[in-house]
């Protein structure tokens, strides 16, 4: 990351600063004195609490400078009359001043996961920076773009909304070279109304790119291969229809992925990953036409991609006492659920399926918790379901053929860890998946905390 004047920041966003600390230097961005690295800007977000009354604190943490509205001591700051908006200028300028290229990847499931395989793939070719987990918002992109290596020659981008507008701000800041939409899911139905809603937010990242850059789409979407209106820019599909421009064949499951690329080109090449569940091919072969564009050569993708393991939270396989935890307690839509009940359904030995609420699903919250309901019938033993929505997932379960005793529904998640730590015994596999805001990892806490106690007896 290049060491930015509070005179040239300012210029940037329009905000003002003390001849007396113009010259003063600033390495990077956090608006969470918790994360404060000495040296950086400490952004005074005005939000639930008034980023302000942190001010102090963020100095006595080795904060070099303020991004604030007001003046409320004697230190270096930028005054500007909105913060969030000067954050989002600084990173557009000083991602413009690096002059990188930028993979920017949107998407309703699997953002984070292509993320991480298209930088594995990048990085045996290019100096490589990503955004890190959960910074993909109006605050957390720019963030991480201030950030980045000033030597950076690539930067894949993670890119989130929710609402319309969001997505097009976003891509102003991080005017990607290569625009990637994965999928169009019903995540965000809250806000967007419906598919076609969410489709065309997705489509809004496109605003900040260049004419001459490029777009990536899945062309197993039926939203996305039939657009309204194609891009100005070139399209590349890729799926496991041939007539693609990148697909894959011969697809073979287990506790890795095998299957072959090929492209438009007539070349091909195999793949492997180290990760369970076919849903993963998508995100791989994104990646690898992400790659194929940038000039990446076929062996460097299949190495970059052999040497991607899944985040911490995504499907993370954990082992205790005989038994098996899948851990994917980062985020959940009805896709994402769907996919990781069939992971589970894949496994031997007694399957259990602990699934908390899907969140902001708007009007069909209902209908896909009674889907998932059905889904984990077929794929499980036993199912504990926790949150408003239990209840429409228990009843799921009854009508996918599942006796009442074998679904439990709780809205007190002590109790849904008190009745599944009597449950589990060795030999048994336990899916704990939900949305982000569910907290679902004080579940797998709760079992692993429980067994070593065990240990310890």
Not at 70 to 99: F, K
Request: glycine fraction near 10%; charge should be negative.
């Amino acid at each position: 990351m290049g060491k930015i004047t509070l005179r040239q920041a300012a210029a940037w966003c329009g905000g003002t600063v003390e001849e007396k600390y113009a010259d003063v230097t600033f390495l990077g961005a956090n608006n969470d004195t918790r994360a404060l690295q000495p040296g950086q800007l400490f952004v005074a977000l005005q939000g639930v609490r008034d980023g302000h009354e942190f001010i102090h604190n963020a100095m006595a943490n080795g904060a070099a400078a303020v991004l604030c509205t007001r003046m409320m001591g004697d230190y270096p700051a930028i005054y500007v009359s909105n913060t969030r908006l000067a954050l989002g200028e600084i990173a557009r300028r000083e991602r413009m001043r690096i002059g990188m290229q930028v993979v920017g990847i949107t998407g309703s499931v699997g953002k984070s996961t292509t993320k991480e395989m298209v930088a594995q793939v990048l990085e045996t070719t290019f100096r490589t920076a990503k955004t890190p987990a959960n910074h993909n918002n109006d605050i957390g992109m720019p963030m991480a773009i201030l950030g980045m290596p000033e030597d950076t020659q690539v930067a894949v981008v993670e890119m989130g909304m929710n609402h319309f507008r969001e997505m097009a701000y976003l891509s102003r800041i991080a005017r990607p070279d290569l625009a990637v939409i994965l999928n169009i899911g019903t995540m965000h139905m809250e806000f967007l109304g419906s598919q076609e809603g969410i489709r065309k937010a997705k489509m809004e990242i496109l605003e900040g790119m260049a004419p001459e850059g490029r777009v990536v789409l899945n062309g197993d979407d039926a939203l996305l291969r039939s657009l309204e209106e194609q891009p100005a820019q070139p399209v590349l599909y890729y799926g496991t229809d041939p007539s693609l421009n990148v697909y894959a064949t011969d697809v073979k499951l287990g506790k890795t992925v095998h299957f072959t690329v090929h492209d438009d080109g007539g070349d091909s090449f195999p793949v492997r990953l180290h990760v369970e569940g076919a849903h993963y091919v998508s995100d791989a072969l994104a990646a690898a036409t992400v790659g194929l564009a940038m000039g990446v050569t076929p062996a460097n993708i299949r190495n970059g991609l052999d040497s991607f393991h899944n985040m911490a939270g995504r499907q993370e396989v954990l082992e205790v006492g005989g038994i098996t935890i899948i851990k994917d307690c980062y985020n959940a839509g009805p896709e994402s659920m769907e996919a990781a009940l069939k992971v589970l359904g894949s496994k031997p030995g007694r399957r259990i399926a602990v699934l908390g609420d899907m969140l902001e699903l708007g009007a069909c919250t209902a209908a896909e918790h009674y889907r998932v309901g059905r889904l984990a019938a077929e794929k499980s033993n036993l199912v504990f379901s926790f949150g408003p929505n239990a209840d429409r997932v228990a009843a799921g379960c009854l009508t996918g053929g599942m006796e009442g005793y074998r679904s439990q529904a709780f809205t007190d998640k002590d109790k849904l860890i008190a009745a599944l730590l009597r449950t589990l015994k060795p030999g048994d596999v336990v899916l704990v998946k939900g949305s982000r805001g569910m907290h679902m990892e004080q579940v797998v806490d709760a079992i692993l905390a429980d067994e070593k106690e065990k240990e310890g007896k």
